[in-house]
T-cell receptor, first 116, second 109 residues
Framework: GAVVSQHPSRVICKSGTSVKIECRSL??????MFWYRQFPKQSLMLMAT?????????EQGVEKDKFLINHASLTLSTLTVTSAHPEDSSFYIC????????????FGNGTRLTVT | GQNIDQPTEMTATEGAIVQINCTYQ??????LFWYQQHAGEAPTFLSY??LDGLEEKGRFSSFLSRSKGYSYLLLKELQMKDSASYLC??????????WGAGTKLIIKP
């Protein structure tokens, strides 16, 4: 089946540094990728929708200058957390849409970000 | 506004049956998904319903009633590994996914 690879799975960084998370669709072309954040014991929160070749659409309350999203190709989207702070520590998950109409999402395995 | 409701937590016994309900109010409807999420992991797809009725897939079944804005996920012959959160998600008229908060299912021996 369709596979989405997300890397890294875990990252620990110091406050003030930037972290890049990659999301790749391995056997299909994903015109749309989604980035989610999930705090402990809470549901997925959509951060932004990333369309290949165009600017990402951010959800209300998500700072686009802090969470930089690049969707340079049909198989790769990246999320960069700039100037990370401890409150940015969270579980970040990407997903890629396979096809149009019927929304079938394939999830990456997630990235556990810890900012110290 | 758009809203999806599901119980926060449920407890069931190994070998038993449990039904997790989900009600939704969305702008349009293009399908309902159930996902399973173990702690610290990404969600995994369980089922997709777009027409009314019951979809059976092994130990798991999902039911949809569009007129009632209601779905349930039925898990039979519960196993300890079924302990997880179960997320209900609805695709609205713009094909955007609206997520429920998830139901944490605790299985006891």
């Amino acid at each position: 089946g369709a596979v989405v690879s997300q890397h890294p799975s875990r990252v620990i960084c110091k406050s003030g540094t930037s972290v890049k998370i990659e999301c790749r669709s391995l056997d299909f072309q994903a015109t749309t990728m989604f980035w989610y954040r999930q705090f402990p014991k809470q549901s997925l929160m959509l951060m932004a929708t990333s369309n290949e070749g165009s600017k990402a659409t951010y959800e209300q309350g998500v700072e686009k200058d802090k969470f930089l999203i690049n969707h340079a190709s049909l198989t790769l989207s990246t999320l960069t957390v700039t100037s990370a702070h401890p409150e940015d520590s969270s579980f970040y998950i990407c997903s890629a849409r396979d096809g149009y109409g019927v929304v079938t999402l394939h999830f990456g395995n997630g990235t556990r970000l810890t900012v110290t | 506004g758009q809203n999806i409701d599901q119980p926060t937590e449920m407890t069931a016994t190994e070998g038993a049956i449990v039904q997790i309900n989900c009600t939704y109010q969305t702008s349009g409807f293009n399908g309902l998904f159930w996902y399973q999420q173990h702690a610290g992991e990404a969600p995994t797809f369980l089922s997709y319903n777009v027409l009314d009725g019951l979809e059976e897939k092994g130990r798991f079944s999902s039911f949809l009633s569009r007129s009632k804005g209601y779905s349930y996920l039925l898990l039979k012959e519960l196993q300890m590994k079924d302990s997880a959160s179960y997320l209900c998600a609805v695709t609205d008229s713009n094909y955007q996914l609206i997520w429920g908060a998830g139901t944490k299912l605790i299985i006891k021996p």
